[in-house]
């Protein structure tokens, strides 16, 4: 049951960050331009250079903040990432746990029929 709830929770997550990837590239995208954006406001001399660095850069910034949802898509990929790590830690630890490894329980009862 645990199993099928991952999984139902692992295809909701993984459509949410589908849903929301466009807005994650964008994101990215403004956020990059942010910085090159403030590199050349540093670089710039003039006043006037400053103050058009200054308007690229709120244009460029309520493009970033327009897409600030696209944190679901993180959070979904970030989910999707445990679901992931739960399921194999999972069936690691069940199956050293109950020992229903073949090859050990075959060593185990030969190394019994030997003595």
Partial sequence: MKKFLLFLAGLTALG????NLGPMILLGASVWLLYIVFKQFV???????KIGWIVVGLIVLSIAVSNVYAVVGVAAAYVLYWIYKNWTSRTQNSTSEKGDDP???????WADLNK
């Fill in 16 to 19: 949410l960050l589908l849903a």
């Fill in 43 to 49: 670089k710039s001399d003039s006043t006037a250079g």
């Fill in 103 to 109: 090859f050990t329980n075959f060593e185990r009862e």
